[in-house]
């Protein structure tokens, strides 16, 4: 008989858990070692010619090796996520450094220092596998932690709240966001007509419309985002007790995001940015790294937040509940095969462990059954678990049997439970106090199908995050709301939206409605519409600092850098710089007009990494044009050098010039005169200069991005 699972299992160190993990999913990628086979293991004497009847014959059936080898290519796609289809994903481990015993008995949450192998898969939603990374999207953030008490998942997103507030409106959300289905256009992007109209028709979308339209929607990297559980969860602790919990996952580097411009432009320069950045950030030992926050409510405590934490359209503000941080994330391996891991990787909120259970959030619960049924039809059956990057690192036992694609040799007579015919004596296994313990919340209510009333503010939050944020980030939002209802060809559908956004903010809907072509936004119009509720719940703030990215710092490492060169390029100064970028962290690339070399000014070659053209500004975070005559006139006259310093001083970017490299800025019409524009900075690379310029421009990589920048919108590029 199937034993219970032993405590002393369940005890086995955490780096043992890893390195097993680790040995599973290598076993998995072993191939042959030289000669190639059939999957019967039958030698293959020739993989360029096919069998045939003479060498200019006709093609044998009776090839069984062709016949294998195209079979096996003719099946090796699989369907798609439904939703979150692309998506990156990296191994590390989490790292308690706060005990929660006090909150929760889940064992990988008790011992400060204990680690617990992940494997992290981020993702857009709308797009297709093949889509771009960079599009306007909400970005999955899914966890898997394999504990010693069994495999626990915490599969969200980037933004801590969602569009809907019941599963019920899931598919109608992702229909009309995904492609329109008459001709399956546009891709990977919610600026049209369905989209827009479903939104404006459920105003419980426009706290999540607001966050969709902000700079979280396009971020500079996935190492630079914020994680959010989203709903309320529930701990309970040995005793039984329950607190309410989200979760919020932390980046070491910031919270950063692109120019709106630039994140259109990277998606057809390089469409795998996100995922490149990655993968190149932990192949160099850049390890990526988030803090582990909890916000703890108990139920009476609940009861006053003037909100109900239930309905995932809404958050609780940090400066109500304090983030209290409890552990860290580390992503320190690349995946060995993507399909493998990444594409075959099963998320799913029922994946529990003891001490952590869920709460009534009507989006969660609906979430329970659907992400067990998606992969039955994704992976091809109910043996999913057994696929190594799905599998729990302690034992299992149960009696489910067989199903398609089953590998486990499951022994013995009795798969059945109780039994007397199995090796133990026992005839029940049933785990008791240590099993898994549903919260034992009271129940008696009549079946009904409708919102609670504390659901009905739609807009309280939605203005909360506005008023949260810098004004550019404000003017973000306002340009972000003008594109994508100006890709809307109904007119009704613009005007309907606007009206909402006049419940959020009266001058946000007014700006966002000058471009559009329609009348001026009616606050009482959208109020008279059917699904409109606006019953406003008073929160104790008006603006909460922690809902905004700008100034959220991080440092400049793994920050790359453009130094941008032509022949007669003086590299005294720019070395010096060049050294101090790489010493805070940077990463500096040179780029110029051809691959090879370029002659400095005196006389030396300098490697080129790049060309202008082939990593063209959007791929960088900063530009740094280093002085020398011949240089600085041939960069000048270089549409393709020009048009690179134009965009990046166009998105925002930090700059810095040295000596007649200001020749390019000039040409811009840019000037060193004093007043120059926010983040450009403009030195003589002077040796005593030298240091000073670098730690100059070091900070203001530091800042990010300089959006207050004067007259960008003049720049032509
Ligand atoms: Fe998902 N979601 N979702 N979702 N979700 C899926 O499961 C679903 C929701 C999230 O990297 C699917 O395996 C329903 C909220 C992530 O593999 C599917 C509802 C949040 C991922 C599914 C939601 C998420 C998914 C598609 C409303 C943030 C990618 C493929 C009731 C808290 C996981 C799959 C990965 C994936 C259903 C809403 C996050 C179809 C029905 C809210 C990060 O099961």
Same mark, same amino acid.
């Given at each position: 008989?199937?034993?219970?699972?032993?405590?002393?299992?369940?005890?086995?160190?955490?780096?043992?858990?890893?390195?097993?993990?680790?040995?599973?999913?290598?076993?998995?990628?072993?191939?042959?070692?030289?000669?190639?086979?059939?999957?019967?293991? $039958? /030698?293959? #004497?020739?993989? !360029? =010619?096919?069998?045939?009847?003479?060498?200019?014959?006709?093609?044998?059936?009776? &090839? *069984?090796?062709?016949?294998?080898?195209?079979?096996?290519?003719?099946?090796?796609?699989?369907?798609?996520?439904?939703?979150?289809?692309?998506?990156?994903?990296?191994?590390?481990?989490?790292?308690?450094?706060?005990?929660?015993?006090?909150?929760?008995?889940?064992?990988?949450?008790?011992?400060?220092?204990?680690?617990?192998?992940?494997?992290?898969?981020?993702?857009?939603v709308a797009g297709s596998r093949g889509s771009a990374d960079t599009v306007r999207d909400v970005r999955g953030?899914?966890?898997?932690?394999?504990?010693?008490?069994?495999?626990?998942?915490?599969?969200?997103?980037?933004?801590?709240?969602?569009?809907?507030?019941?599963?019920?409106?899931?598919?109608?959300?992702?229909? $009309? /966001?995904? #492609?329109?289905? !008459? =001709?399956?256009?546009?891709?990977?992007?919610?600026?049209?007509?369905?989209?827009? &109209? *479903?939104?404006?028709?459920?105003?419980?979308?426009?706290?999540?419309?607001?966050?969709?339209?902000?700079?979280?929607?396009?971020?500079?990297?996935?190492?630079?985002?914020?994680?959010?559980?989203?709903?309320?969860?529930?701990?309970?602790?040995?005793?039984?007790?329950?607190?309410?919990?989200?979760?919020?996952?932390?980046?070491?580097?910031?919270?950063?995001?692109?120019?709106?411009?630039?994140?259109?432009?990277?998606?057809?320069?390089?469409?795998?940015?996100?995922?490149?950045?990655?993968?190149?950030?932990?192949?160099?030992?850049?390890?990526?790294?988030?803090?582990?926050?909890?916000?703890?409510?108990?139920?009476?405590?609940?009861?006053?937040?003037?909100?109900?934490?239930?309905?995932?359209?809404?958050?609780?503000?940090?400066?109500?509940?304090?983030?209290?941080?409890?552990?860290?994330?580390?992503?320190?391996?690349?995946?060995?095969?993507?399909?493998?891991?990444?594409?075959?990787?099963?998320?799913?909120?029922?994946?529990?462990?003891?001490?952590?259970?869920?709460?009534?959030?009507?989006?969660?619960?609906?979430?329970?059954?659907?992400?067990?049924?998606?992969?039955?039809?994704?992976?091809?059956?109910?043996?999913?678990?057994?696929?190594?990057?799905?599998?729990?690192?302690?034992?299992?036992?149960?009696?489910?049997?067989?199903?398609?694609?089953?590998?486990?040799?499951?022994?013995?007579?009795?798969?059945?439970?109780?039994?007397?015919?199995?090796?133990?004596?026992?005839?029940?296994?049933?785990?008791?106090?240590?099993?898994?313990?549903?919260?034992?919340?009271?129940?008696?209510?009549?079946?009904?199908?409708?919102?609670?009333?504390?659901?009905?503010?739609?807009?309280?939050?939605?203005?909360?995050?506005?008023?949260?944020?810098?004004?550019?980030?404000?003017?973000?939002?306002?340009?972000?709301?003008?594109?994508?209802?100006s890709k809307v060809e109904n007119p009704a559908i613009r005007q309907r939206m606007v009206d909402n956004l006049?419940?959020?903010?009266?001058?946000?809907?007014?700006?966002?409605?000058?471009?559009?072509?329609i009348a001026a936004p009616d606050a009482k119009a959208a109020a008279g519409r059917p699904g409109f509720r606006?019953?406003?719940?008073?929160?104790?703030?008006?603006?909460?600092?922690?809902?905004?990215?700008?100034?959220?710092?991080?440092?400049?490492?793994?920050?790359?850098?453009?130094?941008?060169?032509?022949?007669?390029?003086?590299?005294?100064?720019?070395?010096?710089?060049?050294?101090?970028?790489?010493?805070?962290?940077?990463?500096?690339?040179?780029?110029?007009?051809?691959?090879?070399?370029?002659?400095?000014?005196?006389?030396?070659?300098?490697?080129?990494?790049?060309?202008?053209?082939?990593?063209?500004?959007?791929?960088?975070?900063?530009?740094?044009?280093?002085?020398?005559?011949?240089?600085?006139?041939?960069?000048?006259?270089?549409?393709?050098?020009?048009?690179?310093?134009?965009?990046?001083?166009?998105?925002?970017?930090?700059?810095?010039?040295?000596?007649?490299?200001?020749?390019?800025?000039?040409?811009?019409?840019?000037?060193?005169?004093?007043?120059?524009?926010?983040?450009?900075?403009?030195?003589?690379?002077?040796?005593?200069?030298?240091?000073?310029?670098?730690?100059?421009?070091?900070?203001?990589?530091?800042?990010?991005?300089?959006?207050?920048?004067?007259?960008?919108?003049?720049?032509?590029?």
């Amino acid at each position: 008989m199937a034993q219970p699972r032993q405590d002393t299992q369940r005890k086995a160190k955490a780096g043992d858990a890893a390195a097993a993990k680790q040995k599973q999913l290598e076993s998995f990628s072993q191939g042959p070692e030289n000669l190639l086979t059939t999957n019967q293991g $039958a /030698v293959i #004497p020739d993989n !360029h =010619n096919s069998l045939r009847a003479g060498v200019r014959g006709p093609t044998l059936l009776e &090839d *069984f090796i062709l016949r294998e080898k195209i079979t096996h290519f003719d099946h090796e796609r699989i369907p798609e996520r439904v939703v979150h289809a692309r998506g990156s994903a990296a191994h590390g481990y989490f790292e308690l450094t706060k005990s929660l015993v006090e909150y929760t008995r889940a064992e990988f949450l008790q011992e400060v220092g204990a680690r617990t192998p992940v494997f992290v898969r981020f993702s857009t939603v709308a797009g297709s596998r093949g889509s771009a990374d960079t599009v306007r999207d909400v970005r999955g953030f899914a966890v898997k932690f394999y504990t010693q008490q069994g495999n626990y998942d915490l599969v969200g997103n980037n933004i801590p709240v969602f569009f809907i507030q019941d599963a019920i409106k899931f598919p109608d959300l992702i229909h $009309a /966001v995904k #492609p329109e289905p !008459h =001709n399956e256009m546009p891709q990977a992007a919610s600026a049209h007509d369905t989209f827009w &109209d *479903f939104a404006s028709l459920m105003p419980e979308t426009t706290h999540m419309l607001m966050w969709a339209m902000s700079d979280r929607a396009i971020p500079r990297s996935l190492r630079m985002m914020e994680g959010f559980g989203v709903h309320s969860f529930r701990f309970i602790n040995a005793h039984g007790v329950a607190h309410f919990v989200k979760f919020h996952w932390k980046p070491k580097l910031g919270k950063h995001g692109l120019a709106w411009d630039e994140a259109q432009k990277i998606a057809g320069k390089d469409a795998d940015f996100h995922r490149r950045d990655l993968w190149e950030a932990i192949a160099s030992g850049n390890f990526p790294e988030w803090e582990l926050g909890v916000q703890l409510v108990s139920e009476k405590k609940a009861a006053s937040l003037g909100f109900d934490l239930l309905d995932p359209t809404k958050l609780i503000p940090e400066e109500m509940v304090p983030v209290q941080i409890v552990g860290r994330m580390v992503l320190n391996r690349n995946p060995d095969n993507f399909f493998a891991e990444t594409e075959q990787v099963a998320f799913h909120l029922g994946h529990l462990v003891p001490g952590i259970d869920f709460s009534n959030d009507p989006l969660l619960q609906g979430r329970l059954f659907s992400y067990t049924d998606t992969q039955l039809s994704r992976l091809g059956g109910p043996n999913f678990h057994e696929i190594p990057i799905n599998k729990g690192v302690c034992p299992f036992h149960n009696f489910q049997r067989d199903g398609i694609h089953r590998m486990t040799v499951n022994k013995g007579q009795a798969a059945y439970e109780p039994n007397s015919v199995a090796s133990g004596s026992e005839f029940r296994v049933d785990g008791g106090q240590q099993g898994f313990q549903s919260y034992p919340e009271e129940m008696e209510s009549p079946k009904i199908r409708r919102r609670s009333p504390s659901f009905d503010d739609h807009f309280t939050q939605a203005t909360l995050f506005f008023n949260s944020q810098s004004p550019a980030e404000r003017e973000h939002i306002i340009a972000a709301f003008q594109f994508e209802l100006s890709k809307v060809e109904n007119p009704a559908i613009r005007q309907r939206m606007v009206d909402n956004l006049a419940h959020v903010d009266a001058k946000l809907a007014r700006k966002v409605a000058e471009p559009l072509g329609i009348a001026a936004p009616d606050a009482k119009a959208a109020a008279g519409r059917p699904g409109f509720r606006d019953a406003k719940f008073k929160l104790p703030l008006e603006a909460s600092p922690a809902l905004g990215m700008e100034g959220s710092g991080g440092g400049i490492q793994t920050r790359k850098v453009a130094i941008l060169v032509a022949d007669g390029v003086e590299t005294g100064a720019m070395k010096v710089v060049q050294q101090a970028l790489q010493d805070a962290g940077a990463v500096c690339k040179v780029v110029g007009p051809r691959l090879g070399f370029v002659s400095t000014s005196s006389g030396q070659q300098l490697a080129v990494d790049h060309t202008f053209v082939n990593m063209p500004s959007v791929m960088f975070d900063a530009v740094l044009v280093p002085s020398g005559a011949a240089h600085a006139k041939a960069l000048a006259h270089t549409g393709d050098a020009v048009h690179f310093v134009l965009e990046a001083f166009k998105h925002c970017k930090a700059i810095c010039v040295i000596g007649e490299g200001v020749e390019l800025l000039r040409s811009m019409g840019v000037t060193d005169a004093p007043g120059a524009p926010a983040g450009v900075l403009v030195g003589k690379g002077e040796p005593a200069q030298r240091i000073p310029l670098a730690q100059e421009f070091i900070a203001a990589i530091g800042k990010h991005r300089h959006w207050g920048r004067a007259n960008v919108d003049a720049v032509p590029a």
